[in-house]
């Protein structure tokens, strides 16, 4: 059996319970060497195999898998954050789908997730933002044709920019064109939940000065829009005057 697990952002004690007991079981660990915590593997039994997937191919990762398969073992695969993001997660499922070998996907905590909880704020504010963009940049690999940050910026909503602090003055290029305020806020938060964390609030034109102060070139979530601010409503679910299935209007 291989389980997908998230490794949360960073801090050991933001693993999921399951992801911790899986991890004390597990005969083989195959982790995110760039990004997971390595502290984590001190979980392990003492013969568990470990393997760096930073250094390994698709092949060469399903191929430990398929031999610990056969061997009748318990083998974890540990993503960074939450697999479904940025996890190179579906073609390895693909691949096991193919060989028959069983699987299951245990969440984490995305590194998104982090970032709001370091910033001590909300990405959906009343009035404010209720939908929330998270993309990237097109670097050294593509993005579909129709998504680019101009045309994301047009809705002006909160934008959670992964995988881009290396293209910072582009972003914030693309974020002005694309119609946000060049006095929008923005944040950068570098390695959420790490002994070294890093939070610098700004503004969108600010964003390049901001990241180049402090050398901030890679591990960094980039944070756009009014959800920054303290201008917004107040819930309707929690309104006094506003009733609904679990509690009646208050006068
Ligand atoms: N699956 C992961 C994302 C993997 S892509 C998740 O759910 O978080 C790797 C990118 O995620 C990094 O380049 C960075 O943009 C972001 N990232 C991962 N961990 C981070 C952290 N602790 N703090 C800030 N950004 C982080």
């Known amino acids: 059996m291989v389980y997908f697990v998230g490794a949360g952002p960073g801090a050991i004690d933001l693993l999921t319970v399951r992801g911790e007991r899986l991890l004390k079981k597990a005969n083989v660990i195959i982790y995110a060497g760039s990004l997971v915590n390595p502290a984590l593997l001190n979980l392990r039994q003492s013969d568990c195999l470990c393997y760096n997937s930073a250094e390994m191919t698709l092949e060469e ?56 909880a370091a910033l001590k704020r909300e990405y959906t504010l009343p ?5 929330v963009i998270i993309t990237r940049m097109k670097g050294r690999t593509d993005m579909p044709p129709r998504e680019n940050i101009i045309s994301f910026a047009a809705h002006q909503t909160t934008m959670v920019i992964f995988l881009s602090v290396a293209m910072i003055e582009q972003l914030s290029d693309e974020l002005i064109k694309g119609g946000y ?16 964390e890093q939070i610098v609030v700004g503004t969108i034109v600010e964003l390049p000065q901001m990241v180049s102060a402090r050398q901030i070139s890679k591990t960094a979530l980039i944070l756009v829009g009014k959800f920054l601010k303290d201008d917004y409503s107040r819930s309707k679910l929690y309104d006094p005057a506003f009733a609904h299935g679990f509690r009646e209007a208050k006068e």
């Open 61 to 116: 990762v399903i191929a430990v898998m398929v031999k610990a398969e056969e061997d009748n073992q318990l083998t974890v695969r540990l993503h960074t954050g939450d697999p479904s993001l940025y996890g190179a997660v579906q073609e390895q499922m693909a691949y096991l789908d193919q060989l028959q070998i069983a699987y299951e996907v245990v969440p984490g905590v995305s590194s998104f997730c982090a970032a709001a």
């Open 127 to 131: 009035d404010v933002a209720q939908s």
């Open 181 to 196: 305020a060049s006095d929008t806020p923005a944040a950068v938060v570098y390695k959420a939940t790490w002994p070294d």
